[in-house]
């Protein structure tokens, strides 16, 4: 399975019109609280909407009529149409009760993304570069923006808007937001145009690894700064082993510093560690209730997975909102993003993802342990090591179209290219 030519004296493969269309609608209308900011809700419906048609039509294509190989179906393809089966059918059963429950199945789009993938790589409308590129200046943009609003809020300007979400109030600038306190303050971190500073840690994560091995310093400098405001522990743990991930790359170019790259990574590790430890503690015990809530979260998980496969195997009655569906009997708190495949899809759902994560973690370990990577793969692999932590707090970028447009291609030419992983 080819993705691109490998030949600097062809030219690149473009993105089609559609791939471009879907990478920006994921950033404004799916990934960011732009259409919020922006007031662009009725075009997000619409958008939203045409994208699930479209993607749906194409994933029907893919399944039925294009051929790939075992390798692709059985660590790609099936878990995807696991995951999206499995959510689907929950929602359209409990929406014939509650019509307006029928909205969540816009939840199921980056997995529609994820089906639809192969043919775009098919039909070589997909250039996994040029959309690395626009994501690193659409994240050099938005943070320098955010970042003087931020300042500018804190230094007396009054200039900015409240507005209630589905997510909470947040007081809104023209390119960003910070969550409205319950004393009327705007909290402190730094939110940009992301729901949580947590969330943007983490999608700040991918822009800085793309700036080091690029070699984009200025732009290194914004993310770093942008990151440092938003008082992310988790975003600073990831930061930590994506430090480790880049230095095990850069030493171990071939097998004769090999050694010497394992050695060197695992002292930095332990040297960060010690180092950092009191801080990392202090600020975790300092997250309180947060903390708490997570630890719960993954604990009720792992405790309520028998139960719930067995009294719900196809996932628990769905409900218009959060508040409505923690009421629900045995509802497994999302902040462990596996409680929330088995709350919305059941068995079907959590397999699927099981396979889809951690198909993902190993094609990424074994290709940063193998070695000789192109520059682009040495982005997609490293980030994709860093954020797996994060399914343990918040939806992640698995939750996101921008996974199947930026990774999956890279993924799917890996897993066919070096079988004997698995």
């Known amino acids: 399975m080819k993705l691109f030519k490998i030949n600097t004296q062809t030219f690149q493969i473009r993105n089609s019109y559609f791939v471009i269309f879907l990478f920006f609608s994921t950033l404004l209308f799916q990934t960011t609280g732009l259409k919020y900011i922006w007031s662009l809700l009725t075009i997000s419906t619409f958008v939203n909407l045409s994208v699930l048609i479209s993607l749906l039509l194409i994933s029907f294509y893919v399944i039925l009529v294009t051929s790939f190989s075992v390798t ?42 994820c089906l639809a993938i192969p043919y775009f790589i098919k039909k070589q409308a997909i250039n996994i570069n040029q959309l690395w590129k626009w994501y690193y200046y659409f994240f050099v943009v ?50 940009a145009c992301f729901y949580e500073p947590g969330t943007l840690a983490m999608f700040l994560l991918p822009a800085i690894s793309y700036a080091i091995f690029y070699k984009k310093y200025i732009g290194l400098v914004i993310f770093l700064g942008a990151f440092y405001f938003t008082f992310s522990l988790g975003g600073m743990i990831s930061l930590f082993l994506l430090a480790l991930v880049i230095i095990y790359i850069s030493f171990a170019k071939n097998s004769k510093f090999l050694i010497g790259s394992v050695f060197i990574t695992i002292l930095m590790a332990i040297i960060g560690w010690w180092n950092l430890k009191d801080q990392f503690i202090t600020e975790y015990e300092e997250k309180g209730n947060s903390s708490e809530v997570r630890e719960k979260s993954f604990v009720k998980t792992i405790e309520n997975i028998p139960v719930m496969l067995v009294k719900y195997p196809f996932g628990i009655e769905q409900a218009e909102n959060t508040n409505e569906l923690e009421k629900k009997d045995n509802y497994i708190p999302a902040n462990f993003i596996v409680g929330y495949y088995i709350n919305t899809g059941g068995f079907l759902a959590l397999l699927g993802y099981l396979v889809v994560t951690l198909m993902t973690l190993m094609i990424s370990i074994g290709a940063v342990m193998k070695g000789k990577l192109l520059k682009e793969e040495k982005v997609v692999f490293s980030s994709l090591i860093v954020l797996f932590p994060f399914i343990f707090q918040r939806s992640t970028i698995w939750e996101s179209g921008l996974f199947a447009l930026m990774y999956a291609p890279s993924l799917l030419l890996y897993m066919n290219k070096y079988k004997r992983i698995f």
Do not use: C
């Open 72 to 113: 692709t179906w059985k660590l790609y393809l099936l878990p995807s149409i696991m995951i999206f089966g499995g959510m689907s059918a929950n929602i359209i059963y409990y929406s014939l009760q509650n019509i307006k429950i029928i909205t969540q199945l816009g939840n199921t789009l980056p997995w529609l993304y």
């Open 142 to 191: 938005i943070n320098l923006l955010s970042l003087f609003e931020y300042y500018s809020i804190y230094m007396g300007n009054l200039n900015f808007q409240y507005l209630e979400t589905p997510y909470g109030p947040y007081v809104v600038n023209k390119f960003s937001w910070l969550y409205m306190m319950p004393d009327g303050f705007p909290h402190f971190r730094y939110y």
